[in-house]
């Protein structure tokens, strides 16, 4: 008989790798790059702020803010009538599992509303972002323009 010894070695490479599910012990966490934001424009105390986000496991951005603004906001854009139009998600952003959620100019973004102080390039925004299932994340954004991305090749200059 030498089933019965396979048998053993497969259950046992079974059970080393259940632990953690997907390999990692940590908990489940949103992984987040790339935080940029805008300069606000002059005179105004507003502007968008960009970033990606990637789960392991489906979650949903809920909500956001900033020591730095008094409210942020998730928008979204899209062409209403021939004119960019934006949107608050009030229901949040739904993170799929195992995709990266682009916030990028032209679409989805976080928008500071009330900012304390006009934000100009080299400047920090503190951003915290709160999600259905995983812990807050707290990321520092940079405060530039946002890198070219898909839905922005006209309005894309070569600044960054
Ligand atoms: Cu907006």
């Known amino acids: 008989m030498t089933r019965a010894p396979i048998l053993a070695a497969a259950l046992l490479t079974l059970a080393a790798c259940s632990p953690g599910g997907s390999g990692s012990g940590e908990a489940a966490t949103v992984q987040v790059a790339g935080a940029v934001c805008r300069p606000t424009p002059v005179g105004r105390q507003m502007t968008g702020c960009y970033l990606t986000l990637t789960t392991a496991t489906a979650d949903r951005l809920v909500s956001a803010s900033s020591p730095d603004a008094n409210m942020v906001q998730i928008h979204e854009s899209r062409i209403e009538s021939g004119m960019?139009?934006?949107?608050?998600?009030?229901?949040?952003?739904?993170?799929?599992a195992g995709e990266t959620v682009a916030l990028a100019p032209g679409g989805?973004?976080?928008?500071?509303?009330?900012?304390?102080e006009p934000l100009v390039a080299g400047d920090t925004v503190?951003?915290?972002?709160?999600?259905?299932?995983?812990?807050?994340?707290e990321v520092t954004a940079t405060v530039g323009q946002p890198?070219?991305?898909?839905?922005?090749?006209?309005?894309?200059p070569a600044a960054h």
């Open 126 to 137: 503190a951003l915290t972002l709160t999600f259905a299932t995983s812990a807050p994340v």
């Open 84 to 96: 960019m139009m934006m949107n608050e998600l009030r229901e949040g952003l739904a993170l799929p």
């Open 147 to 156: 890198a070219a991305s898909e839905y922005d090749h006209a309005a894309a």
């Open 108 to 116: 989805n973004h976080l928008m500071l509303l009330g900012v304390n």
